[in-house]
């Protein structure tokens, strides 16, 4: 197993006694000339924080920092209701630069950017480790700034950034503070949302899709932070790193923007939804939480707005299968003849349903069957398709002859 001078060594770390002094007060007195920041004082050493403070009704794009609508429905879809109770200064918003993207156990978060809100609004603390001896002062400095917090806010930080601090805090034989959180993962919700019309979901593509908002040309993206974190070991020169401060600092808070703007959005969808298709996605959102009610009037109201063929009959399909499980036979089939009409399979083998077991009309039971057979033979229908629905329907209209030919 390497040694931690090996390691050390591996991130261009010099740690000869001869070179260690010079080359440390280099990198230190570069961190501070280009990115200002503090020394803490941590019962484990050093630790270095830049630090800056927003108003709360700061903007990123079209949405504030904090907003008043409630977050029920967040805490409903992230399984936590305790987050529904929270006020402002019970968040924590994180995100990090991390020495490889892949995670693992050599992976080590150089950069941990924390926003949460106090009486004098939004704080943003980067924790930057100038030596990756530093880590245990970071790690500590970091405990001490969630002191009071209770939920975090993360983007992709489930899978991400939660298991990497956790096994740092491990190693360094410090109890993973992150551990006791209620967790937001705002990717998750954020595909949920809008994957019927964004082609992507991520963090900067949200800002200007979402919220309308832009960064500035000394962003970085973040897949280049290992590099620069490497180069900087290296040459000592933090300059280049002040575009990845600026990037972590973005991500944090349009993190917040994002959450008040999502909170808006699911309490009052029909005023703030942007597009028709966010509806519709609301509306899965409400039915997957068991949400019949909410879930049926948005599903009404998407097939009262121009939505393209393909989401239309979808909301349609949704709607006519909530109306089926509530019993309400009559509606469903309206929405199935329609469906029918437009060449939805699914729609004839519902009325077939009906009508062999609730009507017990067996002739439109038949007819039914043998008109969605006829549907998925007609030329340029989908082969996969057609092998999906064939079986069945003619087990079905079998089934259908035997039961007319004993009448």
């Known amino acids: 197993m390497p040694s931690l001078s090996d390691r050390l060594k591996s991130l261009g770390v010099q740690v000869g006694a001869e070179e260690l002094k010079p080359q440390q007060a280099r990198r230190f007195q570069s961190v501070r000339d280009n990115l200002g920041g503090d020394v803490l004082q941590t019962e484990r050493g050093e630790a270095y924080v830049v630090s800056e403070r927003y108003p709360a009704e700061h903007h990123i794009g079209s949405a504030p920092l904090w907003g008043p609508a409630p977050l029920d429905m967040l805490a409903s879809w992230a399984g936590e209701p305790v987050i529904a109770g929270l006020e402002a200064p019970k968040f924590a918003f994180l995100d990090t630069e991390t020495t490889g993207l892949s995670g693992g156990a050599g992976t080590f978060a150089f950069m941990v950017g924390i926003g949460k809100f106090d009486g004098q609004g939004f704080h943003l603390a980067q924790f930057f480790l100038r030596e990756p001896g530093e880590e245990p002062a970071q790690l500590a400095a970091v405990v001490d700034f969630l002191a009071g917090c209770e939920a975090l806010v993360s983007f992709n930080g489930k899978s991400f950034d939660v298991p990497i601090l956790n096994s740092r805090f491990t190693l360094h034989h410090q109890p993973p503070p992150l551990e006791g959180f209620a ?130 009959l979808e909301a349609a399909e949704r709607l006519s299968f909530i109306y089926k499980r509530g019993g309400d036979w009559d509606q ?34 038949m007819k039914w069957t043998q008109a969605a057979l006829d549907q998925i033979q007609q030329k340029g229908y989908p082969i996969v398709l057609r092998y999906q629905w064939q079986e069945a329907l003619e087990h079905r209209r079998a089934r259908l002859e035997r039961k007319i030919g004993k009448e």
């Open 183 to 312: 967790h937001l993962d705002l990717l998750h919700l954020a595909r949920k949302l809008w994957r019927r019309r964004l082609p992507s979901r991520r963090l900067g593509d949200l800002e200007i899709e979402i919220l309308g908002a832009e960064r500035s040309e000394q962003d970085i993206p973040g897949y280049e932070a290992p590099i620069l974190y490497r180069e900087y070991l290296n040459s000592g020169d933090a300059q280049p790193l002040k575009g990845l401060f600026y990037h972590n600092a973005m991500d944090v808070l349009s993190m917040a923007a994002l959450m008040n703007h999502i909170s808006e959005l699911l309490t009052d969808p029909e005023q703030a939804a942007a597009d028709n298709l966010d509806l519709l996605s609301i509306g899965r959102l409400h039915e997957d939480l068991g949400q019949v009610a909410e879930a049926q009037s948005l599903y009404t109201t998407c097939l009262g707005r121009p939505l393209d063929k393909k989401d239309w």
């Open 332 to 365: 469903a089939l309206k929405l199935w003849q329609v469906a029918a009409d437009r060449g939805e399979v699914y729609a004839h083998i519902e009325l077939a349903k009906y009508y062999e077991h609730k009507a017990r009309d067996l002739d439109q039971a």
